[in-house]
């Protein structure tokens, strides 16, 4: 009884203070069985976790300084459906690092961090995260579409984020690098751990304000 008590309290306060997931999903996680599903999912993606994080093929466009591929899968809104980055290149062609901001962060602070990496002669990405800036559909006042209660939503968009962090890596290289590295901070060092992690073609990685606990931060809302 007190379980049942709390678990509609709990989507009480979800509908009033999350109502964006009733926004952005088609509601299929309501149900038990479909609790099930996710979670023999997630067992098996954990135990074959080089193909959930594969890369498939992404054509890339560059213009004006700013490189732009097809997400890798589908979204629920369009101005999701596209993975931008800017990029600020130095003189010396050979390192390079891909920037990943906190969650809501804005592309204007981390473009100063590139332009940092820039003036110290190290190639930058500033890569915006899924429902980031002008991925963030009209209609979410937040970037709740990477991070939310909604947990099948926050598992495809945390999936999409670390493989489009991987060909943006890819596409560093193709550009001439050679020393790939990763910055992220908060949520963009979490993504940053997972991309690592099976990327073998990073070769340094730097993350402050991290989170201990992943799956804590998902269900108490908290790093």
Not at 15 to 29: A, C, G, N, P
Request: aromatic share 12%; hydrophobic share 40%.
């Amino acid at each position: 009884m007190i379980r049942r008590w709390v678990l509609a309290q709990e989507e009480i306060l979800a509908k009033e203070f999350d109502s964006h997931k009733f926004i952005l999903t088609d509601q299929r996680v309501t149900k038990r069985e479909e609790w099930q599903r996710i979670a023999k999912q997630s067992h098996q993606w954990q135990q074959n976790s080089e193909e959930f994080f594969a890369v498939p093929v992404l054509p890339v466009k560059f213009a004006n300084g700013v490189m732009s591929f097809p997400a890798p899968f589908a979204s629920f809104h369009s101005e999701n459906a596209q993975c931008f980055g800017e990029y600020f290149p130095a003189g010396n062609r050979r390192k390079a690092v891909v920037i990943l901001g906190h969650w809501n962060s804005s592309k204007e602070s981390y473009n100063n961090l590139a332009n940092f990496y820039q003036r110290f002669g190290i190639s930058a990405l500033r890569l915006t995260l899924p429902y980031h800036d002008q991925r963030r559909p009209g209609d979410v006042p937040l970037a709740h579409g990477l991070l939310s209660a909604d947990i099948e939503l926050t598992i495809n968009s945390i999936r999409q984020a670390v493989v489009e962090v991987r060909r943006a890596v890819h596409w560093l290289l193709e550009q001439g690098h050679q020393d790939i590295g990763i910055v992220g901070s908060s949520m963009g060092s979490m993504v940053g751990l997972f991309a690592l992690c099976h990327e073998k073609k990073v070769s340094s990685f730097v993350g402050y304000l991290s989170a201990a606990n992943f799956p804590a931060v998902v269900w108490q809302g908290s790093a």
